[in-house]
């Protein structure tokens, strides 16, 4: 069974500052992806970073980054000089290769920026 | 690239009445899209997965008599929540297999009250 586990329901952090959200996931598989999603009041679901799981270097995205350990089954988000517009829940999630079909959701942090 | 339109936004119905949600992509071709239930400041439950011209899958516990699912061409998906009760009152968002690399675009979403 493949599980995604986010530990932290909430967290806040100051305008500008650095923060990171946690995520640990269960799986056999060998082939699969890592994502994080950011979930605004909107509603609407915004990919905010990929992890291909047989990539060793961690994924940037301007002031996002993951920190990746594989053999850990580890994959947090650093959300560096974080913004207001940052204020939203965020949700990791799973998906096993060349299937098409399985997409396994943590229960997600709910991040407020501070101003 | 990659959008997917859902309409309505939101959709205030009666009890016992039947209630229309669709899913388009926009600019790329869908064979399968995914329909997922969010409860308040809860993550996304998967209910089925739609695939263009069979049948849909269901997760266990959705029963498929009250949320058909039409995948009738490779760009739309619909929701159907037959007679429709209290309970049924969520957050209903749809989601489009883009690529094994991108994962999924998912829609804005449709909140459903019944009355």
């Known amino acids: 069974a493949q599980t995604v586990t986010q530990s932290q329901p909430e967290m806040s952090v100051q305008e500008a500052e650095t923060v990171t959200l946690s995520c640990t996931y269960d799986?056999?598989?060998?082939?699969?992806?890592l994502f994080w999603y950011k979930q605004p009041p909107s509603r609407q679901m915004i990919l905010v970073i990929r992890?291909?799981?047989?990539?060793?270097q961690n994924a940037t995205e301007n002031r996002f980054s993951v920190n990746f350990q594989k053999a850990a089954k580890s994959f947090s988000l650093k959300i560096s000089d974080s913004q207001l517009g940052d204020t939203a829940m965020y949700f990791c999630a799973f998906m096993i290769g060349n299937t098409g079909n399985q997409f396994y959701f943590g229960t997600g942090t709910s991040l407020t920026v501070i101003p | 690239g990659a959008v997917v339109s859902q309409h309505p936004s939101w959709v205030i119905c009666k009890s016992g009445t039947s209630v229309k949600i669709e899913c388009r992509s926009l600019?790329?071709?869908?064979?399968?899209m995914f329909w997922y239930r969010q409860f308040p400041k809860q993550s996304l439950m998967l209910m089925a997965t739609?695939?263009?011209?069979?049948?849909?899958?269901?997760e266990q516990g959705v029963e498929k008599d009250k949320f058909l699912i039409n995948h009738a061409s490779l760009t739309l998906s619909t929701l159907t929540v037959t007679s429709a009760h209290p309970e049924d009152s969520s957050f209903y968002i749809c989601?489009?297999?883009?690529?094994?690399?991108?994962?999924?675009?998912f829609g804005s979403g449709t909140r459903l009250t019944v009355v």
């Open positions: 989601s489009a297999r883009r690529s094994e690399v991108y994962g999924y675009t």
């Open positions: 992890q291909e799981a047989y990539k060793q």
């Open positions: 600019d790329f071709q869908a064979t399968t």
């Open positions: 799986t056999s598989e060998n082939n699969y992806y």
């Open positions: 739609s695939n263009e011209g069979s049948k849909a899958t269901y």
